[in-house]
């Protein structure tokens, strides 16, 4: 029996061209974002404030990404009588706020998008647009 497999890793590369969608997406919008780019456990891979967004929304979309990693499942889709609970177990780490969604290639859950600054509609459809550039399932 083996002791280790081959896994697959979001590149640098990756990272930020799911970035680089994000944001030309949020600039379509014309809504300013935070934009956080994850690994599949939560480490920060890239990052982009853009000028004009919230910058409480800076830990947001941090805290979205990281959510969405940790648990293989957009953010937002924990019952409500878990937020609170969810919240202090983690020192307030992870979020269910909407607008983190995972990236899942080949069934793999590679790392995390998350998008802070704008409605949770429109964080939601920035992330997309950085999914979909890189190839990730849509969950």
Do not use: W
């Amino acid at each position: 029996m083996p002791y280790t497999k081959p896994f697959l890793k979001l590149t640098h590369e990756g990272a930020l061209r799911a970035l680089d969608a994000a944001l030309k997406k949020a600039e379509a919008l014309g809504v300013p974002q935070n934009i956080t780019i994850v690994d599949d456990g939560g480490n920060l891979l890239a990052f982009l404030r853009m000028d004009g967004a919230k910058t409480m929304s800076i830990r947001t979309s941090q805290k979205k990404a990281i959510s969405a990693a940790s648990h293989r499942q957009p953010s937002g889709q924990l019952k409500a009588d878990l937020e609170l609970k969810m919240a202090i177990a983690t020192d307030g780490g992870l979020t269910n706020l909407e607008g983190g969604f995972p990236i899942v290639i080949e069934g793999v859950c590679v790392g995390a998008i998350g998008v802070g600054s704008g409605t949770g509609a429109q964080d939601c459809e920035v992330a997309r647009a950085g999914l979909a550039a890189i190839g990730a399932q849509a969950l």
